[in-house]
């Protein structure tokens, strides 16, 4: 069952990247240097809860591949807190500045908790997540990132399915 959900969500993804493909051909990145990195501190799935995520740029800044490394703390007893991390892809729309996304990431999607049988107490559920969203990145280099999405955790033997999402500001070279 699990597979199915992951073959689902990589449709919806195909689904969803084949009009950015379209509108590739259509336009460029006109206005704005080519990217190379962007590091941003928020919170959310991609950030390991509250932490960091860096971006790389690749071929025309149109795709980037990304990982955070953050802190989950405890939100009720027995939940772990502690270290948690995060690696995905977006594909970005073309255009200066502002700019729409959409993307795959596996990361922390839930913490389980005493009630649950498995996996034991107090285990992290990780899983893909399809996520949408929009980037601005201002002249200066000043980058606000937000997005929302749905995230699987397939390491459960019951697999929730929630919302991913992430909100984070910080600087584009």
């Given amino acids: 069952m699990p597979y199915r959900i992951c073959l689902l969500i990589a449709a919806l993804a195909g689904w969803v990247l084949a009009p950015l493909q379209a509108q590739e051909a259509e336009s460029t990145t006109t206005g704005m240097e080519e ?38 703390p405890s939100s009720a007893a027995g939940h772990p807190s502690g270290v948690a991390w995060a690696a995905g892809v977006r594909r970005y729309t073309a255009g200066p500045g502002s700019q729409w996304f959409v993307g795959l990431l596996y990361g922390l999607i839930a913490t389980v908790s005493e009630g649950r049988p498995d996996p034991p107490p107090g285990e992290w559920a990780y899983g893909p997540a399809l996520v949408g969203g929009w980037q601005h990145t201002a ?23 929630l919302p991913a999402v992430d909100i984070g500001f910080g600087y584009t070279w």
């Fill in 139 to 161: 002249g200066s280099g000043f980058t606000f990132l937000a997005s929302l999405g749905i995230g699987y955790a397939v390491t459960t033997d019951d697999p929730p399915v």
């Fill in 35 to 72: 990217r190379t990195a962007t590091v941003l501190a928020g919170g959310g799935n991609s950030f390991g809860w509250f932490g960091a995520n860096g971006s790389f740029y690749l071929s025309d800044s149109r795709w980037a591949v990304h990982g955070g490394l953050g802190y989950a």
